[in-house]
């Protein structure tokens, strides 16, 4: 009885006449170690010849699932031996429990698990018996193995990041677990207690107080340690209560809005006047012209391929796109037509800008030399408020709010886009009117 190219190592054979059809098969010599039958005969339940060719691919499938993860659970490795367990129970189709909770099931229950486990001369099989038993101990995992855990886990958050982004997605998350080590110890993570988080939130407490620093970023460490334990014990199935909860602190309104707007005057008699900008090079300077009239962020000039630049449109423009890089949400893929001087330093720069392109250096070179130059309104201001200036640009100028917040990459307010919004060319009239 053949089942095609498995037809050579699985047969189908009955016991008795007319009976219940069989798998049979030699187990291969890497599973030797972990089942002793050097041929097994598996029940196929059912005596239709079809039925038995259709079931014996999965059913030989599940059994090579079984015995690799018991191979894995041969380990003194507990991670890999507690994966292999749960692997194993997944594979002989239960649920993988810790024992706690097995020896809770229900008499009919417990006792399957435990006739499964027992080998024809009576003994457990002790592979078998850590998967459906819950003999398998849970790994005591700490802190610093948590997070290389995460990056594998969380690595679905950078797909379709440039290196460089992803570089800039794993600083800071380092930067709050060494941080969280530093107050409370490289722990297991499942001796974490509530008296360790609150130990974490006084030290970050302290640093605001003292070295003056922003509630956001208190927060922002607080939510990576949270992220990535929550993370590990999701994927792990470790059945660990993080004691998180109203760590936080409370942010200032306009905590988010620390980067101000230049005003008109300081744009045009500062830092657009003659020679003001002689002393950054060529592509640096280019990037602040067109960031003057588009608003765009520097990140996403710099990261402009040569194809988003279409300078040879009847209505000269670029695309932010998610191409090379990740943009930071959906609406910030858009077009933005270039007038004025963000036209003229395109025309100097028509494949973009590569000294810069998917690295985090434009905005430190460009703000160390404002900032040696004089060119700061303020000593909060930063490159990033000329973004601000063109918004409140359009916002004088009365341009329609979704325009302007097409342009400047902003989502509807929860509202559903329809349409393309403004043409390339009504827009292009719109951008001339306010235009150095």
Excluded: C
Aim: hydrophobic residues 35%; charged residues 30%; proline residues 5%.
């Amino acid at each position: 009885m053949g089942l095609g190219e498995m037809g050579k190592q699985i047969k189908l054979k009955r016991r008795g006449k007319g009976g219940i059809l069989y798998m049979v098969r030699h187990v291969p010599i890497r599973y030797r170690v972990v089942e002793t039958r050097a041929e097994i005969w598996v029940n196929l339940n059912t005596d239709s010849e079809t039925s038995a060719q259709q079931k014996a691919p999965g059913v030989w499938d599940n059994l090579i699932a079984a015995w690799e993860a018991k191979l894995g659970g041969d380990t003194t490795d507990a991670e890999k031996a507690f994966a292999s367990a749960q692997a194993l129970a997944k594979a002989r189709g239960y649920r993988w429990l810790p024992a706690h909770e097995v020896a809770k099931l229900p008499r009919h229950e417990f006792l399957d698990r435990v006739e499964a486990v027992t080998k024809p001369n009576g003994e457990p099989d002790r592979l078998e018996a850590m998967a459906l038993l819950g003999g398998a101990k849970e790994p005591a995992i700490n802190v610093s193995r948590a997070l290389e855990l995460y990056w594998e886990y969380a690595a679905e958050k950078t797909r379709g990041m440039s290196k460089d982004q992803v570089r800039r997605w794993k600083n800071p998350r380092i930067k709050a677990i060494k941080n969280f080590i530093a107050v409370v110890g490289n722990k297991p993570i499942a001796e974490i207690t509530r008296d360790h988080m609150l130990d974490f939130r006084d030290w970050w407490n302290k640093r605001i107080e003292k070295e003056d620093m922003s509630p956001g970023s208190a927060n922002k460490d607080i939510g990576f340690v949270e992220n990535t334990l929550r993370l590990v014990e999701e994927k792990k199935r470790l059945r660990i209560v993080f004691p998180f909860g109203r760590l936080t602190f409370k942010e200032d309104d306009d905590d988010d809005n620390k980067r101000p707007p230049f005003s008109e005057s300081w744009i045009k008699d500062k830092i657009l006047a003659p020679g003001a900008l002689d002393g950054l090079n060529d592509e640096a300077r280019a990037v602040v012209h067109v960031m003057v009239n588009t608003g765009a962020r520097p990140s996403e000039i710099v990261g402009l391929l040569p194809h988003h630049i279409r300078l040879g449109h009847n209505v000269p423009h670029f695309e932010i796109k998610a191409e090379g890089k990740k943009t930071k949400n959906k609406p910030s893929r858009r077009v933005i037509p270039l007038v004025g001087i963000s036209l003229e330093a395109l025309r100097k720069f028509p494949e973009g800008f590569p000294t810069y392109r998917f690295k985090d250096k434009i905005s430190d070179t460009v703000n160390k030399f404002l900032r040696e130059n004089g060119l700061l309104e303020t000593e909060e201001h930063t490159l990033y408020g000329l973004r601000h200036s063109f918004e409140d640009r359009l916002l004088a100028s009365k341009v329609d709010e979704r325009i302007r917040r097409d342009l400047m990459g902003h989502s509807l307010g929860g509202r559903q886009r329809y349409g393309d919004g403004g043409t390339l060319e009504h827009v292009a009239e719109l951008l001339a009117t306010i235009a150095y």
